[in-house]
């Protein structure tokens, strides 16, 4: 496997970040050496697709008459890698620490992507046939809304025409337990403005006498939430599904310890959140509501008495099954504008939506993922949700009509969008050869009959 290694490393060394424009020329970086792992893997018609945003990496390999044709999706862009002191090694220099590779992107998303990579390269290099058609789909905007794939999606969906797509960008529920995801929240990712002058005031001054952006910003988020976690804006709960009682009763038999999970795992004082709902329920089948940040005023070094005339507070609303991202941002809009105090103007910037995703596990598609799951890693390959949200997921169902099957390979403590991110290498080379099983059997399902 030291070619899958190398490659990997030489991936994450490009500091793709897709959300920050002074890496653009990163992401363009990474998007070309894709196009060379798919070149090298002997895949086809491999081309990078250009438009609005950065680009588009496909390729394909459709030499199965009769049998299915997957569309495999992933995206070679990443995560800021603040706050950088928290890194034990360089984010941008691969670290191999025992069997955990460490690097911005390991398991979210290079470390799984090239598991699909790599077993198509493994039959083709060898000679042998795949026993699937395929399509390739990377993109480089995952993790910044994703506007020109789905552009691409909506323009072209003949040139992605597939009966499943797979996607690995999830993780095992734990070490050694084959997992297969089969639900996915929504999202609302917006910014709120908040102003209250025209310009920054001296607090000696002023102070006492004027409005201060911040904690007007401050307010108007307290109120958005109940003390226990659950949110506070009206009719935001009126859409949520329900998870089915056969799935409920699954996820209770997983081996899950709450307080295991809040001191080895969140690694937090506390868990929180809506009143009576496990935290599994909490995080796979019901909506959240979080503050990623607040900027405004002074916070350098020092002391500097202004009283600040602007504020921006980055939020994001989690949805369930069920759940329009469209009424969830108005009903959000609408909570602000009730909570924004006198003296100051809130306005809501929606940056990007998507809506929960869900698939079912009686699908082939899926049952066959589960069979060589479990064939690689043993034991009974289970089914889960995710409270993350791959908004092309959704995209694939709505445009295509067809599954995702969402192989999970990561670990619960890979660190995704953290500091110190790593993907376990025993699971990427399991994760290959469960792959290349994956499409056999599926090749052999196709000629009998699905």
């Not at 709960?237 to 307080?259: G, Q, T």
């Not at 070094?301 to 507070?313: M, N, R, S, W, Y």
């Not at 670990?411 to 792959?435: C, F, M, Q, S, T």
Request: net charge negative; aromatic share 8%.
């Amino acid at each position: 496997m030291e070619d899958v290694l190398d490659d990997l490393i030489e991936w994450l060394r490009i500091a793709s970040i897709s959300a920050l424009p002074e890496h653009a020329p990163d992401v363009r970086r990474a998007a070309e050496f894709t196009a060379k792992l798919f070149s090298q893997a002997g895949l086809e018609n491999v081309a990078l697709i250009e438009g609005e945003g950065h680009p588009l990496v496909v390729a394909d390999w459709l030499h199965a008459p009769g049998k299915p044709t997957l569309l495999c999706y992933g995206h070679y862009d990443v995560q800021p890698a603040e706050p950088l002191e928290l890194w034990r090694t360089p984010p941008f220099e691969p670290t191999k620490l025992g069997d955990n590779l460490y690097a911005r992107g390991a398991a979210d998303d290079k470390g799984l992507a090239i598991i699909l990579i790599k077993a198509a390269e493994r039959f083709l290099r060898a000679g042998k046939p795949l026993p699937v058609n395929l399509r390739f789909l990377f993109e480089g905007e995952e993790e910044s809304g994703g506007d020109h794939v789905a552009a691409y999606l909506k323009a072209n969906p003949q040139a992605l025409s597939c009966d499943a797509a797979l996607i690995c960008d999830t993780e095992m529920f734990a070490p050694e337990l084959p997992t297969i995801c089969t639900g996915l929240r929504g999202i609302v990712y917006a910014e709120l403005k908040v102003r209250t002058g025209a310009v920054d005031l001296h607090s000696g001054v002023y102070g006492g006498a004027v409005p201060n952006a911040i904690e007007a910003a401050a307010r108007i988020v307290a109120k958005l939430k109940h003390n226990d976690g659950g949110i506070a804006i009206p009719g935001f709960y009126d859409d949520v599904l329900a998870p089915a009682p056969e799935e409920l009763r699954s996820w209770a038999a997983l081996p899950f310890d709450d307080e295991a999970f809040r001191r080895d795992e969140a690694r937090v004082e506390a868990l929180t959140g809506e009143p009576g709902y496990s935290v599994v329920q909490r995080s796979w089948s019901r909506p959240a509501l979080e503050i990623h940040g607040i900027r405004g005023g002074f916070t350098a070094e020092g002391a500097k008495t202004v009283i600040p005339c602007q504020a921006l507070v980055k939020i994001s609303c989690r949805l369930a099954a069920g759940q329009d991202p469209a009424r969830a941002a108005r009903l959000l809009a609408e909570a602000i504008d009730a909570a924004t105090p006198a003296g100051a103007v809130a306005s809501l910037h929606v940056l990007h939506t998507a809506k929960a995703s869900i698939v079912d596990p009686r699908s082939p598609f899926i049952r066959e993922a589960a069979v060589a799951m479990s064939e690689v890693f043993g034991g009974q390959t289970v089914f889960t949700r995710s409270g993350g949200s791959i908004p092309i997921v959704g995209l694939f169902a709505d445009l295509l009509g067809v599954p995702s099957v969402l192989t999970g390979f990561g670990l619960p403590d890979d660190n995704l969008h953290a500091p110190n991110e790593k993907v376990y290498l025993p699971n990427v080379y399991r994760g290959i050869e469960a792959i290349m099983r994956y499409w056999t059997r599926l090749g052999l399902r196709q000629s009998e009959g699905m």
